[in-house]
């Protein structure tokens, strides 16, 4: 039986994801960072949402038409992606990596502007009472905005961009801006194809994925113009 942190059980946190933090800095004053990890099947389609499945208002707060590529074609899913590809057992079979940004909602689901803190938004490391593994992250430098926790090693004591990320799935949603087609795919080929059960071999597969940190506490950083919308 696993034993969470009294503290975590308070929110809705996920369970830890485990990778490498970077920084993407081309001009003196736009930086963004980013983590890289990997993430079952199970974990892709629940955690990660496309555009279409997070609340209304998020249309005008922050512009959907420059934050995401297109409207997802579903019958072009269906078609090429589900039935064309991945339930094609003869077609080599991989996608890549998923650029995911995470974006602050308020109790009521509703996206909000900006991630603000709240009470309890700091769960205990490690994750589960006896992991090893996580406790170590408690060592490392820790980074909160909303209900984000996030983990990296110094790069100075030889930690090499390692890092750890959760968040309160209450109040952030993981969505889709690169890969909006790829995992839509996934979540029909998970839900109607296989009714919501893999086979062994299936289990195995990992999706790649770019989670990005727009937050200036996570070192987020964007020329202040007005105007501006978060895809520029």
């Known amino acids: 039986m696993i034993k969470v942190n009294a503290s975590a059980a308070r929110h809705n946190y996920n369970r830890p994801l485990y990778g490498n933090a970077g920084e993407f800095t081309l001009s003196r004053n736009v930086t963004v960072p980013y983590f890289t990890t ?13 555009h279409e499945q997070v ?19 579903h019958k072009r899913v269906e078609r090429d992606l589900v039935d064309g590809f991945l339930k094609n057992p003869q077609k080599i079979k991989f996608f890549n990596s998923l650029t995911i940004a995470l974006l602050p909602k308020a109790e009521d689901g509703h996206i909000m502007p900006k991630f603000d803190d709240y009470e309890g938004n700091d769960p205990q490391v490690p994750w589960v009472l006896g992991d090893t593994f996580d406790e170590g992250f408690a060592a490392t430098v820790k980074t909160l905005f909303g209900g984000v926790q996030f983990h990296k090693a110094d ?17 952030v949603d993981a969505v889709a801006v690169d890969g909006q087609h790829r995992l839509s795919a996934l979540q029909k080929w998970y839900d109607k194809k296989r009714k919501k059960a893999l086979e062994i071999y299936e289990q195995n597969t990992r999706i790649p994925i770019i989670i990005l940190l727009l937050d200036p506490r996570a070192g987020f950083k964007a020329e202040n113009k007005s105007g501006l919308t978060i895809k520029s």
């Open 38 to 50: 990997i993430i079952d099947i199970k974990r892709a389609v629940s955690e990660l949402k496309t």
């Open 55 to 73: 609340a209304p208002s998020l249309e005008q707060i922050y512009n959907l038409k420059e934050l995401f590529q297109r409207q997802i074609d």
């Open 155 to 171: 790069p100075e004591n030889s930690g090499h961009g390692i890092a750890r990320l959760r968040w309160d799935v209450d109040r």
